[in-house]
T-cell receptor
Framework: SQQGEEDPQALSIQEGENATMNCSYK?????LQWYRQNSGRGLVHLIL?????REKHSGRLRVTLDTSKKSSSLLITASRAADTASYFC???????????FGQGTRLTINP | DAGITQSPRHKVTETGTPVTLRCHQT?????MYWYRQDPGHGLRLIHY???????DKGEVSDGYSVSRSKTEDFLLTLESATSSQTSVYFC???????????FGQGTRLTVV
């Protein structure tokens, strides 16, 4: 089974609103990453948070990590139409040399 | 953009035929991955490599094999293609664990 599971599977909001997506995982991790995928294209890296970090910011992105709950959230503030995409979390976990992705959240920003 | 190229970009093949997809990188990255993407399943790891001739299975490896005889190339082979292997296949590379991975543009494979 997949390491990361995103919630919700789909999210539709108005432009200018904030979007929050969540990711849960099952085993202890070293790092957690978030990626974006525009329709039909390859994934693009957004941000990485290490297991000893609790929060990280990059522009309009804010990522939190709660290792006790084995969960992470991605917040996109002041959303824009160009943020419409699918968002995936990915984990590399202790004792393994692989990067495992979740099912993704499809975000739609309505003008 | 990271130098990663997948070939072919599109392929239609018949059930029972062998198919090989190629991932080529010019970044000298150690790690290479093959994923498949299907609606409702996100990206699922098929096989990965952590060095030349060092490969391991992912979550959905049945029916697939891989080879990595040199740093720059990671080949994914479907020994006898089935309709359930119709999917979009993505290759990814990373220099090490714990840093970002770079993705190819994907290969759309249709098995008829």
């Amino acid at each position: 089974s997949q390491q990361g599971e995103e919630d919700p599977q789909a999210l539709s909001i108005q432009e200018g609103e904030n979007a929050t997506m969540n990711c849960s995982y099952k085993t202890s991790i070293n790092n957690l990453q978030w990626y974006r995928q525009n329709s039909g294209r390859g994934l693009v890296h957004l941000i990485l948070i290490r297991s000893n970090e609790r929060e990280k910011h990059s522009g309009r992105l804010r990522v939190t990590l709660d290792t006790s709950k084995k969960s992470s959230s991605l917040l996109i503030t002041a959303s824009r139409a160009a943020d419409t995409a699918s968002y995936f979390c990915a984990t590399d976990f202790q004792g393994a040399q692989k990067l495992v992705f979740g099912q993704g959240t499809r975000l739609t920003i309505n003008p | 953009d990271a130098g990663i190229t997948q070939s072919p970009r599109h392929k239609v093949t018949e059930t029972g035929t062998p198919v090989t997809l190629r991932c080529h990188q010019t970044e000298n990255h150690r790690y290479m991955y093959w994923y498949r993407q299907d609606p409702g399943h996100g990206l699922r790891l098929i096989h990965y490599s952590y060095g030349v001739k060092d490969t391991d299975k992912g979550e959905v490896s049945d029916g697939y094999s891989v080879s990595r005889s040199k740093t720059e190339d990671f080949l994914l082979t479907l020994e006898s293609a089935t309709s359930s292997q119709t999917s979009v296949y993505f290759c990814a590379i990373s220099e090490s664990m714990g840093i970002e991975a770079f993705f190819g543009q994907g290969t759309r494979l249709t098995v008829v």
